[in-house]
């Protein structure tokens, strides 16, 4: 829920990896409707917004789509919304479908507490049109697996989703003991480089990424 | 000049209410670090349980908690094979320790600000 200039709210809505089904589409429909200014907004972070909710009906909202389903979009010093493109769903250039990891980085991070907003976008090959490596944290297909960049550094690259999420895990708690409030991730990262994480003897070089991508886009 | 509203109501606020208020901490979050202090010590599963939440939300407050400094976690093994994570909370004293340094730190920069305000700008 953020204030808007006007006076009314803007109640955001959580859209796990980028996906609504008709029937939420419906949901949201009806509540923008009901409850907002009838139309709703596509964020840069492929989530929903309502605008134009009044004060004393944001709480009826919450609820209306709760009982829907939907649950609100994070805000504040908090895992944002996972972004993910749609990966070899669809792509020609796409390695893997990026949405069962979105999806379960979404049921494992979105809104975890941090010491300002981080921001995850996971790209489905080395292109990265998501921009991996403009967010606090990016996860790449690549052949073996999954690159994870952190601040848009090359941190490591893992196998399994489940590894994908024990690293993230790792590299937010390490981040959280390093940073002062507001710190963005990318910006410690930025200021002191890895150092503040464990060093990995599976992690890759910025150059051995390079020459994978170039193999992977080759091989597309 | 006018008493703040959090003294006035001094009696209905509760230690929760100025952690959560405090930390920005969630409901979910108080009540699973304040549920880990009763208990000592639990897994997930345990937890989810006593608040009668559900898994995942209990698995996201931890770790929130985690990230802040109020719970640690300790990997044990599993009689038949795997791990799972034992989480503790740290001390409630240290907790507060932890809830009065923000405070200290929110009222430093609310003073700083209104040194620093020149004039009342509308908007």
Wanted: hydrophobic content about 40%; aromatic content about 6%.
């Amino acid at each position: 829920m953020i204030p808007a200039r006007d006076g009314t709210y803007v109640v955001r809505v959580a859209v796990p990896a980028g996906w609504l089904d008709s029937n939420s589409l419906r949901v949201l429909a009806e509540a923008a409707e009901a409850f907002g200014d009838g139309e709703v907004h596509l964020t840069v972070r492929q989530g929903v917004e309502i605008h134009g909710v009044p004060g004393d009906r944001v709480e009826e909202v919450l609820e209306f789509l709760r009982e829907h389903g939907l649950e609100p979009g994070s805000t504040g010093s908090r895992v944002r919304q996972i972004t993910a493109c749609p990966g070899a769903r669809s792509c020609i250039h796409g390695l893997r479908d990026p949405r069962p990891l979105a999806e379960r980085l979404h049921r494992e991070f979105h809104g975890v507490w941090t010491p300002a907003k981080v921001k995850i976008a996971i790209s489905g090959c080395p292109r990265g049109c998501p921009r991996p490596e403009a967010n606090d944290l990016g996860v790449v297909a690549v052949g073996e697996g999954w690159r994870v960049l952190v601040g848009g550094e090359p941190y490591v690259t893992v196998g399994s989703s489940d590894e994908v999420v024990e690293v993230v895990d790792e590299v937010l708690e390490a981040y959280s003991r390093a940073a002062s409030p507001g710190v963005r991730l990318r910006s410690l990262v930025g200021r002191i480089g890895l150092s503040f994480l464990e060093a990995r003897e599976d992690g890759v070089g910025a150059e051995d990424g390079g020459a994978e991508a170039r193999t992977q886009e080759g091989e597309g | 000049m006018d008493t703040p509203l959090i003294v006035i109501n001094r009696r209905g606020v509760s230690t929760k209410d100025v952690f959560k208020c405090v930390l920005g901490l969630r409901d979910a979050e108080v009540d699973t670090y304040f549920k880990l202090l009763e208990l000592g010590e639990a897994t997930v599963q345990e937890i989810a349980e006593e608040l009668k939440l559900d898994r995942t939300t209990v698995q996201k407050a931890l770790r929130s908690l985690i990230y802040m400094g109020l719970v640690t976690r300790r990997k044990e093994t599993r009689p038949r094979g795997g791990f799972h994570y034992v989480y503790e909370p740290v001390p409630f004293e240290e907790a507060k320790e932890i809830v009065l340094r923000a405070l200290d730190e929110w009222y430093e920069a609310v003073k700083a600000a209104l040194e620093d305000a020149r004039s009342f700008e509308p908007g």
